[in-house]
């Protein structure tokens, strides 16, 4: 028999603990909390993932315009400088700088002033990015490497008859080294990440659409002048066939496009 005592203290327990229906959660309500959070987990992640792809990509195209960018500026200054040396010649007169007579007696016999292809170009400037205070004759050379997506560039001063003659360092050959750019004479630079690049030339003489450089000669090799213009077009795919996936950047080599060469005296 219950004392009145511990029947009330019986009864204050059972006040003060919780009901069997109100202790925690359902089975259904936990499994609806899990979906949520799984699904806010999911949401959250795939912004995260297209944030950082968008990044990636603009953070590659930039990359990609810095390096087109200054490959562009630096051979139309370099072609330019060229043009001074050998103009071009158009109805048989020679440019307002003389022409060809200006390397003539310096060039040896045999010596291309500019050699290209689509892939390559070798030439002779007075402006590079990495000269002697005084200035001089240089020697340039731009090696296009269409699997790795690179350019080598390539200076060497002109001092003897043995640098008219010297073969430009090829991609991949001997490796940038010290010891091989002070043994052959070369100052070399590597541009990466310029996608599929190449090159196309208009003569002077040839009758090509100026505003369609995908046309024009895939090479061009002169002894004493260089072209009229050069078409260097890029390309973020290996489809350098298609118009569609190349831009095009035209260098008209002659500094002074208003006068004609021919007409001045």
């Known amino acids: 028999m219950k004392t009145p005592r511990l029947d009330r203290a019986y009864e204050a327990a059972r006040a003060a603990s919780p009901s069997s229906d109100a202790a925690g959660f359902t089975l259904l309500e936990l499994l609806i909390a899990i979906t949520l959070t799984a699904m806010l987990v999911l949401v959250l992640s795939m912004v995260l993932r297209t944030g950082f792809q968008s990044w990636s990509r603009s953070k590659e195209r930039n990359r990609f315009l810095v390096a087109r960018t200054a490959v562009e500026g630096l051979l139309a200054r370099q072609l330019r400088a060229s043009f001074m040396l050998f103009a071009p010649k158009r109805g048989g007169k020679t440019g307002p700088f003389g022409g060809p007579t200006i390397m003539k007696s310096v060039l040896p016999h045999g010596i291309d002033a500019f050699a290209g292809t689509q892939h390559s170009l070798v030439f002779f400037t007075t402006h590079v990015p990495m000269g002697s205070a005084t200035g001089g004759l240089f020697k340039v050379a731009y090696i296009l490497d269409p699997d790795d997506q690179s350019l080598l560039y390539a200076q060497k001063i002109v001092t003897a008859k043995e640098d008219y003659e010297a073969d430009p360092p090829q991609v991949g050959d001997k490796g940038n080294t010290f010891e091989w750019i002070t043994d052959d004479g070369w100052l070399v630079n590597m541009v990466n990440g310029i996608g599929h690049a190449a090159f196309s ?49 035209v260098i008209f080599t002659n500094p002074f496009p208003v006068a004609s060469l021919g007409g001045l005296e």
């Open 201 to 249: 030339y208009k003569d002077q003489d040839a009758e090509k659409d100026e505003q369609d450089p995908a046309s024009w000669d895939k090479e061009f090799k002169e002894a004493r002048t260089i072209p009229e213009a050069v078409g260097l077009g890029w390309s973020r795919s290996r489809d350098m066939s298609s118009k569609d996936e190349i831009q095009w950047y």
